[in-house]
């Protein structure tokens, strides 16, 4: 008697055993770490969002413009100060930094919160300085842990990854104000209760999911990321949607709840392309280990000048090198060791520009709350305003990482020259504010956005190209130092000055005197007029300083700057 036919369960137990590796694929591979930072960099911009509630700390606290905009400062300065992020990522895994930015996002934003609701007792200007830059400064360490993590992984995409994850970034103050909307309607004081919870508990799902991945790249790599812009854009069109529809009709909280409902389903979009692309990966992979069945004989995947019989999981025993050649740093293009960049000329010409282009456009940024009050806009106008700069400043940062690397492949142009051009259009920026263009401030919004988050991608790239990958996590922190400094001088000495002087002046032509703990208030167009005309001016100077950059970078971009790259892997 012949024996039953086992044949169908066999085949029910290998496709249980290949779902089961396509799930682990996809939960191991190196596509889910990229949605996970996507959606880690969206709720990470609360540095952006400033505008939505700094009303509320200068009417509570009583503050006039100038101790607000100190305290912007130490936001800023929190936010961009990210040297020790840098270092710790050097010699741990990224999940130490990420969670060490989840307590400090949750432990600022949330003292926050308690002094605007007037939980706590009045707390002096220091602390609130305090708690700003520690709140803002967790960015710093997601920012590391995840985008530093994703260009490491992706080194021949890296002008697209860092243009989509600093716009997610960027976008991530009209991402915010829809889902808060839904949750809290018009009540924007617990809107610093949800900066404080939501990246944190996000920062902890994904804490397992953001490490270093080796692998080769994929040849349709540069597709799936432009798959994940499509959708990003698509996120972008509907929230500018959204925002002009606002603008003319009062939404209620039903409405913001639907409004909610789609930007939830285009931030996890992604996870189709995820899904998509690791199946490639793991049929590539099914179809090796079908051949090795057939042919047992073995094949290994190594990486130029490592031994093959060594073990190839990630080290991080990479202590940086702090006083070898300083001042006999390598070819541009080659790893620096950190001392050497940042005493080249290339690297204090960088930071100058970024001094002078970032400090002007967060200064506006920072302003806009005060700005739009001065200028007479109402609180709804503002609050567009605030979410078109963040729309703005997404497609500076897409547009600036994605064009820039199209230039630089087919016309070798300098990425040094996407940045002269992107100061002098901050300058037409700042000039419609000074002199009160009719419609001006929404232009302004619009063009400063764009090149606030412009700025990014070019900055972090170039210290990525320059000086190498092998201290980026520290280097990379260093390219955001120098904006605090120029947001403190054109922001707090100038900006904030100006504006409490105008203000006094109208108070003394009425004949009235501000009582102690009073907001001071400006109102007209002389209220920003002589700074914004300064901001100009120094985006200006920051653009020509930026050409001898592009004079000393142009060789180096006439060359195929990712040969060695391409070189280091090779599959036997």
């Given amino acids: 008697m012949r024996a039953p036919d086992h044949g169908g369960g066999g085949t029910s137990i290998r496709s249980w055993v290949d779902m089961k590796g396509l799930v682990l694929q996809v939960l191991t591979g190196r596509w889910l770490m990229v949605f996970a930072s996507f959606l880690m960099m969206v709720t990470a911009g609360a540095s952006y969002m400033f505008g939505l509630y700094s009303n509320d ?17 130490f936001k800023d300065l929190g936010a961009n100060v990210g040297i020790l992020s840098g270092l ?19 432990l600022g934003h949330f ?7 007037q939980k706590i007792p009045k707390p002096q200007v220091w602390h609130m300085c305090l708690y700003m830059s520690i709140g803002a400064n967790s960015h710093t360490f997601t920012n590391t842990g995840a985008l530093v993590t994703c260009v490491k992984n992706f080194p021949e995409s890296r002008g697209v990854v860092l243009g989509l994850l600093k716009g997610y970034t960027g976008i991530s103050a009209a991402v915010i104000s829809q889902l808060y909307h839904a949750a809290y309607g018009d009540d924007t004081k617990s809107f ?30 540069l597709r799936a990321f432009y798959n994940f812009l499509y959708i990003s854009l698509g996120l972008a069109a509907f929230l500018l949607i959204i925002i002009v529809v606002e603008k003319r009709f009062r939404f209620s909280q039903s409405q913001y709840v639907g409004s909610a409902a789609v930007v939830l389903f285009l931030l996890f979009l992604p996870l189709a392309v995820v899904i998509m692309e690791e199946y490639k990966v793991w049929q590539s992979k099914r179809s090796i280990s079908q051949n090795l069945d057939s042919d047992p004989s073995p094949v290994k995947i190594v990486t130029e000048g490592q ?62 709350g005060q700005i ?17 700069t963040s729309i703005w400043n997404f497609l500076g940062q897409v547009v600036a990482g994605i064009g820039s690397e199209m230039f630089i492949i087919k016309y070798k142009w300098p990425r040094p020259l996407i940045l002269t051009a992107v100061l002098l259009l901050s300058c037409v920026g700042h000039l419609l504010i000074a002199f009160n263009v009719p419609y001006g401030l929404y232009v302004s919004s619009v063009v400063t956005g764009f090149c606030f988050g412009a700025h990014w991608p070019l900055i972090f790239t170039l210290i990525s190209e320059l000086f190498g990958l092998k201290y980026y996590s520290t280097l990379y922190n260093f390219g955001g130092l120098a904006s605090p400094i120029g947001l403190y001088l054109l922001n ?25 703990g009073e907001e001071l208030n400006c109102v007209g ?33 006439k060359s195929d700057i990712y040969k060695k790259f391409r070189d280091e892997v090779r599959v036997a």
Wanted: charge should be positive.
């Fill in 57 to 73: 700390i200068k009417f509570v606290l009583g503050y006039d413009q100038t101790t607000l905009n100190l305290i912007s400062f």
């Fill in 88 to 106: 710790i990522n050097e010699v741990t895994p990224p999940w130490v930094v990420l969670s060490i930015g989840a307590v400090l996002n949750f």
């Fill in 111 to 117: 003292m926050i919160w308690l002094a605007i609701t």
């Fill in 192 to 221: 610093t209760l949800v900066v404080a919870w939501l990246p944190t508990a996000l920062s902890l799902v994904f804490i397992g999911t953001i490490r270093i991945i080796k692998a080769s790249r994929h040849p349709n790599e």
């Fill in 307 to 368: 031994n093959p019989d060594a073990i190839s999981s990630p080290t991080y025993k990479n202590v940086p090198s702090w006083n070898k050649d300083i001042f006999n740093p390598p070819e541009i293009g080659e790893d620096f060791t950190i001392l050497q960049a940042l005493f080249s000329i290339e690297m204090l010409t960088l930071l100058l520009a970024t001094v002078c282009g970032l400090g002007g456009t967060m200064t506006m940024m920072d302003n806009l």
């Fill in 372 to 388: 739009g009050t001065s200028f007479g806009y109402p609180l709804r106008s503002i609050r567009n305003f605030v979410s078109l």
């Fill in 492 to 516: 707090v000495r100038v900006t904030g000055y100006l504006y409490d002087k105008e203000a006094k002046k109208q108070m003394a032509a009425l004949g009235l005197q501000r009582k102690v």
């Fill in 525 to 557: 167009g002389q209220c920003f007029k002589l700074s914004f005309i300064i901001l100009a001016v120094v985006a200006l100077f920051g653009a020509l300083v930026s050409l001898l950059l592009v004079v000393r970078t142009r060789k180096f971009y």
